[in-house]
């Protein structure tokens, strides 16, 4: 039936039928002669794409795949050229997924077999209209995943060590637990530089002192008193102030003079210090905990009933789960523990027999028998009697009498007047 065609091709699709290699690369020994260079590219395109989609399909959880090629033509401008890029389209078989190296290998077969195209070029979706691949080189990307992962790996620990803590309370598989965690991934760093003013220490000391002496002028004014005397010389016992510089002395008339410098350098004490905040920090944690009821049987009605969880059990399991996975109220957790009776088998919907596909089959059937049938007796059946009835054997030619009653009749003459029961008595 024509209503049944699509499901057919899939049920045929599912059992790998019908399965066709296309030619590939042997399909370019076909080209004829004279045929223009416009084709001959399309040709080799063609090639090219199911020779890489061969190459694919050899991966295990790869099913069939196809790609599609977007080569630009050369031209001498090199303003005007364009990068080639590539579209794969791949259908994984069931329950089989590609993990991030598988997606990467084929970007790069891909990429490596055409030339002067890059790995950003390559496009991978799958059958559900996922994009398996991305920017290789993308940090953005790199680290979204990372962080999900991260936070993915965390929150089934955590929901591990729930059912672990509770199943030997309630039982086991009397237990599902949920866990959203939210994690702050921010990266800070700070640096601080403290300076201590008490903490000075003398690191270096230097004293200078200069310390001259010389004998006052006096005489008669003239060539000799114009002489300048001789160099004086420095007395041990000379007179020196209390700072440390020269003064007068009058026993020897001759006059001290000096300077005196001091530099001290201090070392002053200060501490840098470098902190890095963890990048990785819980912000907020959300667990919900379900608990399966136990039935028990009404003695009154004799039906079964579930039988509600003591409030202290429920109190014990929320304070251990609590515990186990290190939750403050104050930063904004929250922990719901609740019990209900689970679903152990399925209720079906009742369908009514008029409403099942069987009927309107055999409704669709039997009308198309009725159909037929009137058809035949109605409109075929007259029209063949009338065809053949000329044609007939000799006996219907004669009105239904035998041979000897048709040639009695010719022999007998018939009267004026006679009828047909007159002819017969004769």
């Known amino acids: 039936p024509v209503a ?18 296309a030619d ?18 399309m040709r080799l395109k063609q090639s090219q794409e199911v020779e890489l989609a061969r190459s694919i399909m050899e991966i295990r959880a790869i099913k069939s795949a196809r790609v599609h090629l977007a080569i630009p033509e050369r031209t001498v401008f090199v303003r005007d050229q364009a990068t080639p890029s590539a579209s794969v389209f791949l259908q994984l078989a069931g329950g089989r997924s590609l993990d991030e190296s598988q997606v990467e290998a084929i970007i790069n077969l891909v990429s490596a077999s055409i030339s002067g195209m890059s790995k950003e070029d390559v496009t991978v ?19 979204t995943d990372n962080q999900f992962q991260y936070r993915m790996r965390l929150e089934n620990i955590y929901r591990s060590r729930i059912e672990s803590l509770v199943s030997p309370l309630v039982g086991a598989g009397n237990v599902n637990a949920q866990v959203n965690i939210e994690i702050d991934f921010t990266r800070s760093e700070s640096t601080e530089e403290r300076v201590d ?22 005489g008669i004014p003239g060539t000799t008193a114009n002489t300048p005397p001789n160099e004086a010389t420095l007395n041990a016992t ?9 003064a007068e002395d009058t026993t020897n008339n001759t006059t001290t003079s000096g300077t005196m410098s001091e530099l001290k350098n201090y070392e002053v004490s200060r501490t840098v210090a470098t902190t890095q905040n963890p990048s990785n920090r819980i912000v907020r944690i959300d667990a919900a905990v379900l608990l399966r009821e136990n039935t028990i049987i009404d003695p ?29 109220m104050a930063r904004g957790d929250t922990l719901a523990v609740t019990s209900r009776p689970f679903v152990n088998r399925v209720e079906g919907v009742v369908e009514n027999w008029h409403e099942q596909p069987w009927v ?24 063949l009697n009338r065809v053949l ?35 017969k008595a004769k």
């Not at 690369?25 to 590219?41: A, C, F, K, Q, W």
């Not at 799958?126 to 990307?141: C, Y």
């Not at 003013?197 to 006096?218: C, F, I, K, V, Y």
Request: net charge negative.
């Open 197 to 218: 003013p008490n903490g000075n220490a003398l690191r270096s000391e230097q004293t200078s002192r200069d310390s001259t002496s010389q004998a006052p002028a006096r």
């Open 389 to 423: 009835v000329p044609s007939g054997n000799e006996m219907v030619a004669r009105g239904g009498l035998s041979e000897d009653e048709a040639v009695a009749l010719e022999s007998i003459e018939v009267g004026e007047g006679e009828t047909l029961e007159d002819i």
């Open 300 to 328: 009154a009605t004799g039906l079964e009933v579930p039988e509600v969880m003591a409030p202290e059990l429920m109190k014990e399991i929320e304070q251990l789960v609590s515990s186990a996975l290190g939750m403050n």
């Open 238 to 246: 000379a007179a020196v102030d209390q700072n440390g510089l020269g």
């Open 24 to 41: 590939g690369y042997d399909s370019l020994s076909n080209i004829p002669m004279g045929t223009s260079r416009s084709v001959e590219m």
């Open 360 to 383: 309107a089959n055999i409704a669709k059937q039997g009308a198309m028998i009725i159909l037929l049938a009137v058809i035949t007796l109605g409109v075929v059946k007259p029209l």
């Open 125 to 143: 979706v799958d059958q559900q209209g996922r994009m398996l691949s991305k920017a290789i080189d993308d940090p953005a990307s790199i680290t």
């Open 4 to 21: 049944d065609l699509h499901s057919s091709r899939m049920k045929l699709a599912a059992l790998g039928l019908p399965s066709t290699a």
